[in-house]
Structure formats: structure tokens, C-alpha cells
């Protein structure tokens, strides 16, 4: 990198990683927001954040990056602050406080809404779960993780949260990892659903599957539309005109 960075905030959006504060020299907070393409092997400069921001967390959703919480280190401020990023326009703009002021959290995207997991405030680590529905503008609280926990790592595997690793209040390194199961989306597979797609040319596929199923394509392409997922998706016809085929697959490319 053309610069000295820690504790930044990072996501891939549309084949480009994006960079967002954590701190320089001395350790000082910025603001400082930066693109790296692959393709050239170049960075560049974007719009400052609004505020200096050094351990949040971010995330992509339809088309925009969010940043949760965070801290500063030139005065101790810890962040409730949500800031939504828009790459398009290069602009910023402010949402909804989150409830609870943390840094060093991570955060996680499932079914259209942004868990924030984690993180320490002034008093230590925090197992604090919050879930932000941008068609609301609105945070509510859900259950707490087993462990308090800060600079941990997290990943959504299946409509479940894998929270991973981390620090406790003690500032000793935590080796264990939580499933995190959403209360109000449980996947049953006794419950299915038809998934629509909608071809260039006009013409529909239908398919029917299970909620796990569903929810693996939604999270397959929100993947794709944040630049990390695979080129295509395998969609399984199971047991629809299979003929003299052991099994049939669709690939969408969408």
C-alpha cells in the first residue's frame, strides 16, 4: 500500500477492494478511505469518511457498503455510528445510531439485514447481537453470544452465524468458536419455496426447493453482488425431468 495502515475496515465490492480508516503513524486515527483494483494493481483515493474511524466493521448490501461502529483513538470515543457508503456515487451518508457503541466487532449479512456480533467498549468485551433492517432504518437487540468477545472473526454458512476467535475483558486469546443460530429465520426443510428466475431473453425458470436451498442462492448472490462470489451458481432440478440422467443442474450466471 502506498500507506502505513492498521485496524482498517475492508470489503470487496464489484472486483475492487475498499479500505476504509484504521491508523496511521503514531497511532492516529483517519479517516482516509482507499480502492484497490486487482486488475490494474492500483490504488486510489475515495471520499473521506465523515468521522476518523479506526476497528469497525463492514459489510455489503444491495449495491451500498455499510460501516458499524468503531472507535477514535485521539480521544477514546467508541462509535454507535452507522455509516452507509454508496461506491457509485462515492458519497456518504448517516443511518440509524446502533444501540450499542462498540469497535472491534464484526459483522454479518443475512436475509436483507446487518448483524453486528461482538466488539469491546470502555468496559471490555461485549457479547451484544444487533440487527439493522435498512427498510426501516431501525436496530433491534437479539441474543447475546455465549462469550463476550472482540477482534474475533465471523462467517455465514447456511442461515448461520460462525463466530470465531477472538480476545476476552482479560485481553486473553479465546480459541473457541460459536454457531449462532437466527431465531427468526430457522431453516426448515420441511418448508419449501419456488424460486423465480427471470432470463435476459424474458423467459422464466421455476424451481422448487427447500428454505436452505433459497436461502443459499440469496446468499450466493449477495456474495456476487459484493464482488467476492462465484461466477455462477449450480441450482439442482432434483427430481424434475431427470429422464435418463442421474441428476440435473441450472447454472445462473445472474
Keep these: 500500500m502506498p500507506f502505513v495502515r492498521g485496524a482498517a475496515a475492508n470489503v470487496a465490492y464489484n472486483?475492487?477492494?475498499?479500505?476504509f480508516g484504521g491508523f496511521g503513524n503514531s497511532n492516529?486515527?483517519?479517516?482516509?478511505?482507499?480502492?484497490?483494483?486487482?486488475?490494474?494493481?492500483?490504488?486510489s483515493s475515495k471520499t473521506d469518511m465523515p468521522?476518523?474511524?479506526?476497528?469497525?466493521?463492514?459489510?455489503?448490501?444491495?449495491?451500498?457498503?455499510?460501516?458499524?461502529g468503531g472507535k477514535s483513538n485521539q480521544n477514546?470515543?467508541?462509535?454507535?455510528?452507522?455509516?452507509?457508503?454508496?461506491?457509485?456515487?462515492?458519497?456518504?451518508?448517516?443511518?440509524?445510531?446502533?444501540?450499542?457503541?462498540?469497535?472491534?466487532?464484526?459483522?454479518e449479512v443475512h436475509l436483507g439485514k446487518i448483524y453486528a456480533i461482538g466488539g469491546a467498549n470502555s468496559t471490555g468485551a461485549v457479547n451484544t447481537v444487533e440487527v439493522y433492517d435498512p427498510e426501516t432504518n431501525?436496530?433491534?437487540?437479539?441474543?447475546?453470544?455465549?462469550?463476550?468477545?472482540?477482534?474475533?472473526g465471523s462467517?455465514?454458512?447456511?442461515?448461520?452465524?460462525?463466530?470465531?476467535?477472538?480476545?476476552?475483558?482479560?485481553?486473553?486469546?479465546?480459541?473457541?468458536v460459536e454457531k449462532y443460530t437466527i431465531?427468526?429465520?430457522?431453516?426448515?426443510?420441511?418448508?419449501?419455496?419456488?424460486?423465480?428466475?427471470?432470463?435476459?431473453?424474458?423467459?422464466e425458470k421455476e424451481f422448487d426447493l427447500s428454505m436452505s436451498e433459497v436461502n443459499a442462492f440469496i446468499n450466493w448472490y449477495e456474495a456476487k453482488q459484493g464482488g467476492t462470489g462465484t461466477a455462477s451458481y449450480a441450482i439442482d432440478k432434483h427430481n424434475n425431468n431427470i429422464g435418463p440422467f442421474k441428476s440435473r443442474k441450472d447454472y445462473c450466471y445472474c
Excluded: C
Design 15 to 19: 472486483n475492487k477492494i475498499y479500505l
Design 28 to 43: 492516529i486515527s483517519v479517516s482516509t478511505v482507499n480502492m484497490y483494483d486487482p486488475a490494474t494493481d492500483t490504488w
Design 51 to 68: 468521522l476518523v474511524n479506526t476497528a469497525a466493521a463492514a459489510v455489503v448490501l444491495t449495491n451500498k457498503i455499510y460501516l458499524v
Design 76 to 107: 477514546n470515543a467508541i462509535y454507535t455510528i452507522l455509516q452507509q457508503y454508496d461506491p457509485t456515487s462515492d458519497t456518504w451518508s448517516t443511518q440509524s445510531y446502533m444501540p450499542t457503541a462498540r469497535s472491534s466487532l464484526s459483522a
Design 138 to 152: 431501525t436496530w433491534s437487540t437479539k441474543a447475546s453470544l455465549i462469550n463476550a468477545r472482540y477482534l474475533h
Design 155 to 176: 462467517a455465514s454458512v447456511n442461515g448461520n452465524f460462525y463466530v470465531i476467535g477472538g480476545s476476552t475483558t482479560t485481553l486473553a486469546a479465546n480459541g473457541s
Design 183 to 203: 431465531a427468526d429465520s430457522p431453516i426448515n426443510e420441511n418448508e419449501r419455496a419456488i424460486l423465480t428466475v427471470t432470463l435476459n431473453t424474458g423467459l
